[in-house]
């Protein structure tokens, strides 16, 4: 008879279960990496190399779906019974104890972790102890929603490439210790740091910047830059209140934040920040040229001229920018003879019109573009925003009768996609 009539035998499922130990230790870690720490410890009883494949993953990551009690444990377990280096510990949870953290980062510490991600959904009760600054070995460091206290004398983050701090507390240390201290820094995130409003970046290796929250100073001299996204958040309670302009003779806050940015390849600001840049003195010429500017991404609303001058500011220093997505401002000075003669765009190829809220302006501003950008290929308008006019065929109609200096620019009304 067949052998399929046949049970098998316990030792020839024990030979099969077996070929789990033959695997090479590095696949089993890779194999156990994709798995959640809970089911990779459960699956460790299979075999006995598993298991010790397991205690070694060099990857730690914690998302379980838990109580911050039940997550403490798990954590607690796990490092407990690791062998061998930390390259990643990461950690999404809603809460977890000052003590719990200070235990977890002095193991991390021992073995020299070099990503460590850390981010809760209770900021004011989590706490994140000084000794997290004694990773020395940390090449990546995102922090979220708690509070983080620093020693009193730091000595800085030597190896650290990467930096994210969000809805964070600060204690104990500047932003501009704790970036100047990071001399390898390449990328910088910095997303609503608590009672911080003065922010000063001196980074000689950024590379990358992306700055949110509500600073009533922003100085940056980072030589290296390429890229830059900064919004200013400070929409008061009731309404719009345009800054008041700093006529005492103080320096320029556009020389401040963007006068050194002499590599920036591309830029993003939002429409408060243009409003913070236009309190200030705004001079026709930055210190640098931005020869290597090739992407401006400005949402400017432009309440008042000082922050459309701010945008022309940018303009003016950026002779090479390629793409411009602009929110066309409500002030209507595209036809003036001054800027007509400036000659911005030369090398412009792509516009892409973020919204607008005066039809003049944007007719104003679309006729300007396309009668002086002479390598312009396309101008593109979201759909949305025309058929939402009270006359968008007369509105189409005037756009297409627009003069085109390139020959080969075109007007594309573009959709955006359904959610």
């Excluded at 590095?26 to 010790?52: H, Y």
């Excluded at 003065?198 to 100073?217: E, S």
């Excluded at 390139?406 to 009304?413: E, H, N, Q, T």
Aim: proline residues 5%; glycine residues 4%; hydrophobic residues 40%.
């Amino acid at each position: 008879m067949g052998d399929h009539l046949h049970p098998k035998k316990k030792d020839d499922f024990d030979i099969n279960l077996d070929f789990i130990s033959s695997l090479p230790a590095e696949l089993l870690q890779k194999i156990l990496g994709k798995l959640p720490i809970k089911e990779a410890a459960r699956n460790s009883i299979l075999s006995s190399k598993w298991n010790c494949s397991w205690a070694e993953i060099p990857d730690l990551v914690f998302k379980e779906d838990c109580t911050p009690s039940q997550l403490a444990r798990i954590v607690d377990m796990v490092l407990l019974a690791h062998k061998g280096p930390i390259t990643t510990f990461e950690l999404d949870g809603e809460y977890a104890s000052e003590e719990a953290i200070n235990s977890w980062v002095a193991i991390l510490s021992q073995n020299a972790v070099k990503n460590l991600h850390l981010r809760f959904d209770i900021f004011e009760d989590c706490k994140i102890p000084p000794s997290i600054f004694s990773c020395h070995k940390l090449e990546q460091l995102d922090i979220s929603e708690c509070c983080i206290d620093a020693p009193e004398c730091f000595e800085g983050l030597k190896l650290l490439r990467n930096l994210s701090i969000s809805n964070c507390y600060l204690w104990g240390i500047t932003i501009e210790k704790l970036v100047s201290s990071c001399p390898l820094l390449q990328n910088l995130t910095l997303s609503y740091i608590f009672e911080h409003d003065n922010i000063v970046i001196h980074g000689p290796n950024l590379r990358r910047l992306n700055i949110l929250g509500r600073f009533t100073h922003l100085s940056l001299e980072a030589p290296k830059l390429i890229s830059a996204s900064i919004f200013r958040d400070c929409i008061p309670l009731f309404g719009y209140q345009p800054f008041a302009l700093a006529n005492d003779g103080s320096k320029s806050k556009i020389l401040c934040a963007l006068g050194q940015l002499s590599d920036i390849e591309n830029l993003e600001i939002g429409s408060m920040f243009c409003a913070y840049l236009a309190s200030g003195p705004i001079p026709k010429k930055l210190p640098v040229i931005f020869h290597h500017l090739k992407r401006i991404v400005i949402h400017l609303y432009g309440r008042t001229k000082e922050e459309v001058e701010v945008a022309l500011c940018i303009f003016r220093n950026a002779p090479n920018v390629r793409t411009l997505y602009l929110r066309v401002p409500s002030q209507n000075i595209w036809g003036e003879q001054r800027i007509r003669t400036m000659s911005l765009f030369k090398h412009l190829q792509e516009v892409k019109i973020l919204g607008f809220n005066d039809v003049v302006s944007m007719l104003g501003f679309a006729k300007f573009i396309l009668s002086t950008a002479p390598v312009l290929e396309k101008l593109v308008i979201d759909e949305d925003d025309v058929s939402g006019l009270e006359d968008s065929l007369a509105f189409v109609m005037k756009l297409a009768s627009f003069s085109r200096l390139s020959s080969k620019a075109v007007i594309v009304f573009d959709r955006k996609p359904s959610n």
